[in-house]
């Protein structure tokens, strides 16, 4: 199936499709950190990178699960979404899939994605759709920590020493194109809020911009403008040339042995 | 230390303790390097206390904690070998107390 010609028009249709984005996000976001793991700058922050990046494939795993439920296709579970569907099948979004870059570069996409998710999630987990709620409401607890822990280190990188500030300012530079479609509203967002399922994120951008201005100010980075150009595609499943490289790091094992278990 | 002095360019050592449920003693559960406390707490969160091994962490400066030396071993502790009747056991219970069980 290309889901780039279909469209969802059932009320389970459009909630199989606004699950899977959630998901394909974090998937795509914790695959990303994963690449930290031995690393790190530090010991201790290699550990920390490695679980938020473990936290955010469970959220993606459970997500999935409930997706293959709704799907009602028997054979699928998250196996099924995360390693056997191309590129164009995936609508998580673009900041997720941009390589990690240096330290400065994978806490200011961390924080702006963490900050987007934490407002995000507060709207969702009372949605109508019991199941979905509960799960943004397991998940909510470990957003809020993965926030404190990129909030905390933009506030260290931006008022530290000059070098670090340097680089998370240019960080936030080149990441800011990419923030625009956290807020784009299409029909699938659209259906969704409409059927009591899905959140209007207009409501809270205003929020967000508040928590990402004061936090920039604070660690003493310069905000840059909010009206820029901005990207957008991803939830149409556009993305850039960095995501076939990543699928096909994360696939290959899963696509070369489809049937292969641990033994 | 280097040569010079001055400290090489690594984040400073601290304690970590956590407390496994309210109410009980935190104990010592290991150290972490941090540039300064709160980023200690969540590096301590996350090493040691991330499989709901504890309701509350303190962390403190490694070089805060006074501890005595194995110099002072004799000193400190040997005085107590010979002084069984320092501990409860030592002595019996008597029976009306043993009755009322």
């Known amino acids: 199936m290309s889901t780039l010609e279909t469209k969802p028009a059932t009320k389970q249709e459009v909630l199989h499709e606004y699950i899977l984005r959630l998901a394909d996000d974090r998937l795509i976001l914790g695959q990303r950190l994963s690449e930290w793991t031995g690393f790190g700058p530090e010991l201790e922050e290699d550990l920390a990178m490695a679980n938020i990046a473990l936290d955010m494939i469970g959220h993606a795993s459970s997500l999935y699960e409930y997706a293959a439920e709704l799907s009602g296709e028997e054979d699928r579970d998250d196996d099924y979404y995360a390693y056997f569907r191309d590129d164009t099948d995936f609508k998580n979004l673009k900041i997720c899939e941009l390589p990690i870059g240096d330290f400065g570069f994978t806490i200011a996409r961390q924080f702006l994605f963490s900050s987007f998710s934490y407002f995000l999630y507060e709207q969702l987990k009372d949605s109508e759709d019991e199941q979905f709620a509960g799960i943004i409401k397991k998940h909510l607890k470990e957003i809020k920590y993965h926030l404190r822990h990129s909030r905390e280190w933009v506030l260290r990188l931006g008022d530290g020493t000059e070098e670090s500030h340097q680089k998370i300012q240019t960080a936030f530079d080149d990441i800011w194109m990419y923030t625009g479609e956290l807020f784009d509203m299409d029909d699938v967002d659209k259906m969704a809020v409409k059927h009591g399922i899905g959140a209007d994120s207009s409501g809270f951008h205003n929020d967000w911009k508040e928590l990402v201005v004061n936090t920039m100010e604070e660690a003493t980075l310069k905000v840059p403008d909010f009206n820029q150009y901005m990207q957008e595609g991803g939830r149409r499943g556009f993305h850039t040339e960095y995501l076939g490289h990543l699928l096909a790091q994360m696939q290959f094992l899963r696509r070369s042995y489809p049937d292969g278990e641990w033994k | ?101």
Do not use: C
């Open chain 2, 1 to 101: 230390m280097s040569e010079n002095g001055e400290k090489l360019n690594e984040w400073p050592l601290w304690e970590v303790f956590t407390q496994p449920k309210t109410g009980a003693p935190h104990e010592h559960a290991g150290s972490v390097h941090a540039p300064d406390a709160e980023i200690a707490l969540q590096n301590a969160r996350d090493t040691y206390a991330r499989r709901n091994e504890a309701v509350n962490i303190w962390v403190v400066p490694s070089d805060q904690i006074v501890s005595t030396t194995p110099d002072d071993s004799g000193a400190f502790f040997d005085p107590a070998d010979t002084k069984p009747y320092r501990h409860p056991q030592f002595y019996s219970v008597p029976r009306s107390v043993k009755k009322r069980k």
